[in-house]
C-alpha cells in the first residue's frame, strides 16, 4: 500500500474543483470557527455542509445513519467527494461513513485537532463506537490524502492540545525518544514528524496484522478507561485515557518486560501536565468495572486483553498477556496516581 499522501493547500483545491459534488462533514466548533475560512481558502462552490455536534458521543452508526440519509438527499453518487474537516471524531466517522456509501467514495481529512494531525487523521482506520465499546464496527479505507494545517490549531482549548501531546509522546515510546524531551510550547514544530512516524508503520502494515500493532501502546487500558468515563459527567479525552494507559504499559513494562523503573520515573511529572486539564479520577473501587471493557478489545487474543509493552524506549513488543493480577494491581497503582493528580489539581 502507498503511504500517505500529505497535501499541500493548494493541491486539496485543485483536488476539489474536479469534483462535481463535494461535501463537507464537520461538527458544530470547528462550523464556528472555520468553516467559512476553509471554504473561502478551498474556493469552494455548491458545496453541501453537514455540521454535527461535537463529541465522541456523536460516533455511532446512528449519526452514520443520518448522514448516509442526507447523502442520498443530496443524490451524491458515487463519484462525490467527502471532506472530513475536524478532529478525531469526524474522520474516523466520515471516513467510515464514506467508505460504506455506495461501496466507497473518495474522502479527504481536514485534520483540525493536534491529536488528528499526528494520528487518527492518518492510516485509514475509520469506524464508530458501538453499544458502549470504542470503534466496534468500522473499515479500513485510506483516505485520497491529508492536508494538516496548524493554523487550525489557534483555537484549540489547550486540554486538546494536551491530549494530541499524549499520541505524541507514545510515538517517542515507541520510535523517537527525542519526542520525550521536547519543549511542550513547541509542539508545532513536531507534527510533521508524527504524522511521517504513523504515516511509515501504516505503509508497513496497513491492516494490522503485526508492526501496525505498536501504535497500541497506551491504548489498550486507554480504550477501557474512555469508555468507562464516556457516561460520566467527566469523561476523559482520548489523548488522557492513552496517557494514564502509557503509565499503565511503563509499569507492566518493567514488571514483565526488564523495562528500567526510570523511564516510569521520568514519565510521572509529563503524565501530570498531560492529565493537568482532567477532572476524572479514577478510583480502586473501578478497578473491575474497567478491566470489564478490555473483554470487548479488539486486541484480544482468545478472549484476552494483549498489550503492547516496551523492553526499553524505542523497543516496543506486541501481543503480550498479562496475568488478571498484575492487570488489577496497576489499576489500583494507576488510581493512586490519579488521586495524586486530582491533590496537586485542587492546589492549584
Ligand atoms: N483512526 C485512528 O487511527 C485514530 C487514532 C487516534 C484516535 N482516534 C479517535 O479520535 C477521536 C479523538 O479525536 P480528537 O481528540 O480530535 O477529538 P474530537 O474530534 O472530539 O475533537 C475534540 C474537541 O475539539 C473541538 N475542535 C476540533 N478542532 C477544533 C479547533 N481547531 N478549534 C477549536 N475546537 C476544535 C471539537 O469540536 C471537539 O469538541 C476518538 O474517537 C479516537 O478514538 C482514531
Redesign the pocket.
Given at each position: 500500500m502507498m503511504k500517505t499522501t500529505f497535501f499541500s493547500s493548494s493541491e486539496l483545491r485543485d483536488l476539489i474543483a474536479r469534483y462535481s459534488q463535494v461535501f463537507i462533514l464537520t461538527?458544530?466548533?470547528?462550523a464556528r470557527?472555520?468553516l467559512p475560512e476553509f471554504c473561502h481558502w478551498m474556493d469552494c462552490n455548491g458545496t453541501q455542509e453537514i455540521v454535527l455536534r461535537?463529541?465522541?458521543e456523536m460516533?455511532t452508526l446512528k449519526t452514520a445513519q443520518m448522514i448516509w440519509e442526507k447523502l442520498l438527499k443530496y443524490q451524491a453518487d458515487r463519484h462525490a467527494l467527502l471532506v472530513n474537516l475536524?478532529?478525531?471524531?469526524?474522520?474516523?466517522l466520515g471516513?467510515f461513513v464514506a467508505s460504506c456509501y455506495k461501496r466507497g467514495v473518495d474522502f479527504v481529512n481536514v485534520?483540525?485537532?493536534?491529536?488528528?494531525m499526528v494520528?487518527?487523521?492518518?492510516?485509514?482506520?475509520?469506524?464508530v463506537?458501538f453499544q458502549g465499546y470504542?470503534?466496534q464496527i468500522g473499515t479500513f479505507a485510506m483516505p485520497l490524502g491529508v492536508w494538516i494545517c496548524p493554523t487550525?490549531?489557534?483555537?484549540?482549548?489547550l486540554r486538546?492540545v494536551h491530549?494530541?501531546w499524549a499520541?505524541m509522546m507514545k510515538y517517542g515510546f515507541i520510535k523517537d525518544e527525542e519526542l520525550l524531551n521536547t519543549n511542550n510550547d513547541n509542539y508545532t514544530h513536531y507534527i510533521q514528524q508524527c504524522a511521517e512516524i504513523?504515516s511509515d508503520i501504516v505503509a508497513e502494515d496497513p491492516y494490522e496484522k503485526g508492526p501496525r500493532k505498536v501504535?497500541n501502546f497506551g491504548h489498550t487500558l486507554g480504550?477501557a478507561l474512555?469508555a468507562h468515563f464516556a457516561d460520566s459527567n467527566v469523561p476523559l479525552?482520548?489523548?488522557e485515557a492513552v496517557a494514564y494507559g502509557m503509565w499503565a504499559a511503563l509499569w507492566l513494562s518493567c514488571r514483565q518486560c526488564g523495562l528500567s523503573e526510570e523511564v516510569l520515573a521520568d514519565y510521572e511529572p509529563k503524565m501530570e501536565w498531560l492529565l493537568s486539564k482532567s477532572s476524572s479520577l479514577i478510583e480502586e473501587a473501578d478497578a473491575d468495572a474497567i478491566i470489564h471493557y478490555l473483554s470487548q478489545d479488539k486486541k484480544n487474543e482468545s478472549g484476552e486483553p494483549r498489550f503492547v509493552l516496551l523492553e526499553e524506549v524505542g523497543k516496543p513488543i506486541i501481543g503480550q498477556a498479562v496475568p488478571m493480577s498484575l492487570l488489577k494491581e496497576a489499576v489500583r497503582e494507576l488510581a493512586l496516581r490519579s488521586a495524586r493528580l486530582a491533590t496537586l489539581r485542587d492546589q492549584q
Open positions: 461538527d458544530e466548533e470547528v470557527f472555520w461535537s463529541g465522541e460516533k475536524g478532529g478525531g471524531v469526524i474522520s474516523d471516513g485534520p483540525t485537532t493536534l491529536l488528528a494520528d487518527a487523521a492518518i492510516g485509514g482506520k475509520n469506524g463506537d470504542k470503534n487550525f490549531l489557534k483555537t484549540l482549548p486538546e491530549s494530541g499520541e504513523k501504535l480504550h474512555e479525552t482520548h489523548g
